[in-house]
């Protein structure tokens, strides 16, 4: 009987140490994880590596293959007034969050909305900039058409990019359509242009961009948006001091007017566009 108390208190005494250690080790881990700043090891660096994807007029390739567009704008601006070197580090849209998360890069800077879903994964700094979904269509395919519900139908196709908002979007606003679905913006237009699907979902202005540049094919159905979101840098969880860096470093260009400037030149004018060919 003794012996089998000496046995039990043992064990108990194990569990306990066991547990003790397991907490102290969870706790360190913690602590380290949140004591890794990314801005400051991007200073120790000399490079801030951003996360992105080319998607017109955020982000794009210039004649000369150089990447430019807003986010690349605003990326740059970041690492300027940081004091250090930029890195951009081409992603497809859809793996972007978990190649954050694992470290690939230590921001995305990509026309990201600011979603909930999204938010329980990473997290948003303050809106840089408010964006919408808007829709071009083919005007043979959606001949007539003026309102979004004419679009929520089961014999009509709409291309989106995979991962997007603009997914989110058609599931959303016209679950009955069938949705294609694409990792790059390039397939989601020639989807479009070829006459395989009657629409194309994306963020404004790039909807807009494409009736222009294709009138005799392509229409604008709706004169606005059918949705507004705020977009954000998003972050690793856990790291206050990158947010908190990003979130002022936002106020203050914005408090400047450089950030509507920006906004103005690229997504109001086409001046870019010879920079293109």
């Known amino acids: 009987m003794k012996r089998r108390q000496e046995i039990l208190i043992l064990v108990t005494v194990l569990v306990i140490s066991m547990g003790l250690a397991g907490a102290a080790t969870a706790g360190k881990i913690q602590q380290e994880l949140t004591g890794e700043s990314t801005i400051e ?8 590596r951003v996360g992105m994807s080319t998607f017109v007029p955020w982000a794009m390739k210039d004649k000369t293959g150089k990447l430019i567009g807003f986010e690349i704008d605003v990326a740059n601006r970041l690492a300027q007034d ?29 026309g990201m909305g600011i979603l909930p879903q999204r938010n329980l994964k990473v997290n948003f700094t303050i809106p840089y900039d408010y964006s919408g979904m808007s829709i071009v269509a083919h005007k043979q395919l959606a ?18 990019r995979l991962g997007s908002t603009a997914e989110m979007a058609v599931r959303k606003h016209m679950p009955q359509a069938k949705l294609k679905l694409f990792d790059d913006e390039s397939q989601v237009i020639q989807e479009l242009r070829s006459g395989r699907v009657h629409a194309l979902v994306a963020s404004a202005p790039l909807p807009t961009f494409l009736a222009l540049e294709n009138p005799e094919v392509l229409f604008l159905p709706l004169q606005e948006t059918f949705t507004r979101e705020p977009i954000g840098f998003a972050v690793r969880k856990g790291d206050v001091d990158t947010l908190n860096y990003f979130n002022n470093w936002i106020r203050v260009v914005e408090a400047e007017g450089w950030l509507n400037e920006r906004k103005q030149y690229w997504f109001y004018t086409k001046e870019w566009e010879k920079r293109l060919k």
């Open 41 to 48: 090891n991007a200073l120790k660096r000399g490079v801030l």
């Open 82 to 110: 940081t004091g250090v070197e930029i890195e951009f580090v081409p992603t497809k849209w859809a793996g972007i969050i978990p190649a954050l998360l694992t470290g690939k890069f230590d921001v995305i800077i990509g």
């Open 143 to 160: 001949a007539g058409f003026k309102r979004l519900e004419e679009f929520n139908r089961p014999e009509v196709k709409i291309a989106a």
